[in-house]
């Protein structure tokens, strides 16, 4: 649900899951009041112990409810308690709603089918009451348990999915990190252009309409006659002008890295983004098979190596599921990390190969990469700063937005970090496409000058992988 001030004052009953989410998801919801059933209180109690991401959101909500009812009498609470938290700074926390407790048992006739004995048909019990005890009032049921939805709607009950945590409406307004120019292109922003080169680099000053529409690090390009291939520099919106560099040619094997070459336009913007010092935060999204992994360590294994840019390869991913089983596999933390890191194992395999230096060339090779790249788990990660590291966040579709900004702040001075993923693979629970921390980042970077991101489209694991990825 993402209530505006248009939408007439409601009653919303609130889901366990929805606060274990998103522990500020009492105040985000501006003029509409909460109910929050005594279940709810019940698995909050239960879900607050360990270290885990959601039994920290639980501690954090209890200090809110704590906050919101110290002083209060029993009469207050029963009259709903104003939505004011003194913890909360942002302005953007502005409710005028009311919190109310359950205070005294509720009468509901739900379907023989549904006894009132588990969390979820409790919670429906309640909201149903609150439906007839309240006529002239809508009640809604907020839930991010999309079973637990039907369910409601089943019985007759107004059931709507948690949607102030998302960054867009839509997964296809997501930023892919270049645009096509139109074919009229020079026509109407060639008039006023200049170009120089400077240190063996080729810039344009372009001046047009289309440029209020461009972001930093963004690539434009357009084929055919007078082509271009170019990345954003400079914008300078009040005179519709921008300054635009030529990217670097990685398609050509007189410019590869660490061996590897870009096989289309989208890996060799990637490679022109992992190769920039200047270029802080890259984040790359791509089905299996994109080349994702395998640009990435290239590019870290260049840098690190190779020009002594960075001093190690920090690599790290979720632990799905939760994170727990980590601590059941024996060995060191970089053990126990192994088993999750296949990927980082194979394209190793692809990018440590050594043609004619036999069997003991391959594993000095091997050993020597292998001792630049470190495992690391993300249940550490909180209190740490890396410096000079090249930190890679592999399958960060996984990552909410709170766990992706842990990380991200974790960067000290001479850090680049690089999110990988695919958000139509998300394996946490009540994480979405529109949810996801990779979307929150990709979403929130784009308009910084020191991040860059591209989508990457085009299979190029193996002619069986594409026809796979196309057909089954």
Same mark, same amino acid.
């Given at each position: 649900?993402?209530?505006?001030?248009?939408?007439?004052?409601?009653?919303?009953?609130?889901?366990?899951?929805?606060?274990?989410?998103?522990?500020?998801?009492?105040?985000?919801?501006?003029?509409?009041?909460?109910?929050?059933?005594?279940?709810?209180?019940?698995?909050?109690?239960?879900?607050?112990?360990?270290?885990?991401?959601?039994?920290?959101?639980?501690?954090?909500?209890?200090?809110?409810?704590?906050?919101?009812?110290?002083?209060?009498?029993?009469?207050?609470?029963?009259?709903?308690?104003?939505?004011?938290?003194?913890?909360?700074?942002?302005?953007?926390?502005?409710?005028?709603?009311?919190?109310?407790?359950?205070?005294?048992?509720?009468?509901?006739?739900?379907?023989?089918?549904?006894?009132?004995?588990?969390?979820?048909?409790?919670?429906?019990?309640?909201?149903?009451?609150?439906?007839?005890?309240?006529?002239?009032?809508?009640?809604?049921?907020?839930?991010?348990?999309?079973?637990?939805?039907?369910?409601?709607?089943?019985?007759?009950?107004? #059931?709507?999915?948690?949607?102030? +945590?998302?960054?867009? !409406?839509? /997964? @296809? %307004? *997501?930023?892919?990190?270049? $645009?096509?120019?139109?074919?009229?292109?020079?026509?109407?922003?060639?008039?006023?252009?200049?170009?120089?080169?400077?240190?063996?680099?080729?810039?344009?000053?372009?001046?047009?309409?289309?440029?209020?529409?461009?972001?930093?690090?963004?690539?434009?390009?357009?084929?055919?006659?007078?082509?271009?291939?170019?990345?954003?520099?400079?914008?300078?919106?009040?005179?519709?002008?921008?300054?635009?560099?030529?990217?670097?040619?990685?398609?050509?094997?007189?410019?590869?890295?660490?061996?590897?070459?870009?096989?289309?336009?989208?890996?060799?913007? #990637?490679?022109?983004?992992?190769? +920039?010092?200047?270029? !802080?935060? /890259? @984040? %790359? *999204?791509?089905?299996?098979? $994109?080349?994702?992994?395998?640009?990435?360590?290239?590019?870290?294994?260049?840098?690190?190596?190779?020009?002594?840019?960075?001093?190690?390869?920090?690599?790290?991913?979720?632990?799905?599921?939760?994170?727990?089983?980590?601590?059941?596999?024996?060995?060191?933390?970089?053990?126990?990390?192994?088993?999750?890191?296949?990927?980082?194992?194979?394209?190793?395999?692809?990018?440590?190969?050594?043609?004619?230096?036999?069997?003991?060339?391959?594993?000095?090779?091997?050993?020597?990469?292998?001792?630049?790249?470190?495992?690391?788990?993300?249940?550490?990660?909180?209190?740490?700063?890396?410096?000079?590291?090249?930190?890679?966040?592999?399958?960060?579709?996984?990552?909410?937005?709170?766990?992706?900004?842990?990380?991200?702040?974790?960067?000290?001075?001479?850090?680049?970090?690089?999110?990988?993923?695919?958000?139509?693979?998300?394996?946490?629970?009540?994480?979405?496409?529109?949810?996801?921390?990779?979307?929150?980042?990709?979403?929130?970077?784009?308009?910084?000058?020191?991040?860059?991101?591209?989508?990457?489209?085009?299979?190029?694991?193996?002619?069986?992988?594409?026809?796979?990825?196309?057909?089954?």
């Amino acid at each position: 649900m993402n209530a505006t001030a248009q939408d007439p004052k409601r009653l919303l009953v609130l889901d366990t899951n929805v606060l274990m989410h998103d522990p500020t998801a009492l105040f985000r919801f501006k003029e509409h009041d909460i109910f929050l059933p005594m279940v709810v209180l019940e698995e909050l109690d239960r879900g607050k112990k360990g270290v885990s991401e959601v039994a920290r959101n639980v501690r954090q909500v209890s200090r809110f409810i704590d906050e919101l009812t110290t002083g209060a009498q029993h009469e207050q609470i029963a009259a709903g308690l104003p939505l004011q938290a003194d913890s909360l700074s942002e302005s953007t926390f502005a409710p005028t709603g009311r919190l109310f407790f359950q205070t005294r048992n509720l009468s509901s006739s739900l379907p023989a089918s549904l006894p009132g004995t588990s969390a979820d048909n409790d919670i429906l019990a309640t909201a149903q009451a609150l439906k007839t005890e309240y006529p002239d009032t809508p009640v809604t049921l907020v839930s991010k348990d999309i079973n637990l939805r039907i369910k409601a709607t089943v019985i007759g009950l107004h #059931a709507e999915d948690y949607y102030n +945590d998302q960054v867009l !409406d839509d /997964v @296809s %307004l *997501l930023f892919s990190g270049m $645009t096509e120019l139109p074919a009229d292109f020079w026509e109407t922003h060639g008039a006023k252009m200049d170009s120089w080169q400077e240190s063996g680099r080729t810039y344009y000053r372009v001046t047009g309409p289309l440029v209020a529409e461009w972001q930093p690090n963004q690539f434009v390009y357009r084929e055919g006659e007078n082509p271009l291939s170019a990345i954003v520099l400079e914008i300078d919106q009040p005179n519709e002008s921008a300054v635009i560099e030529l990217v670097d040619d990685y398609m050509t094997p007189r410019h590869s890295v660490w061996g590897i070459n870009a096989r289309n336009r989208e890996q060799n913007y #990637a490679l022109n983004l992992l190769m +920039d010092p200047e270029v !802080d935060f /890259v @984040s %790359l *999204l791509g089905a299996a098979g $994109t080349g994702k992994t395998l640009l990435t360590l290239a590019a870290g294994l260049a840098q690190t190596l190779e020009d002594n840019t960075y001093k190690e390869i920090i690599m790290t991913r979720v632990t799905v599921p939760v994170g727990e089983d980590i601590g059941f596999l024996p060995g060191t933390e970089e053990e126990k990390m192994t088993p999750w890191m296949g990927a980082l194992m194979d394209n190793l395999e692809v990018l440590a190969k050594s043609e004619g230096a036999g069997d003991w060339g391959r594993m000095a090779t091997n050993d020597v990469l292998t001792s630049r790249i470190k495992i690391r788990s993300l249940n550490f990660m909180r209190g740490r700063t890396f410096l000079n590291r090249y930190i890679i966040l592999d399958e960060a579709q996984n990552l909410t937005s709170k766990q992706m900004k842990t990380l991200i702040t974790r960067a000290g001075p001479g850090t680049k970090v690089v999110a990988l993923g695919n958000i139509a693979q998300i394996d946490t629970p009540y994480l979405t496409e529109t949810s996801s921390g990779l979307t929150y980042v990709v979403d929130r970077f784009r308009n910084w000058t020191h991040s860059g991101h591209i989508t990457l489209t085009r299979g190029e694991r193996s002619r069986l992988a594409d026809y796979a990825s196309n057909h089954l």
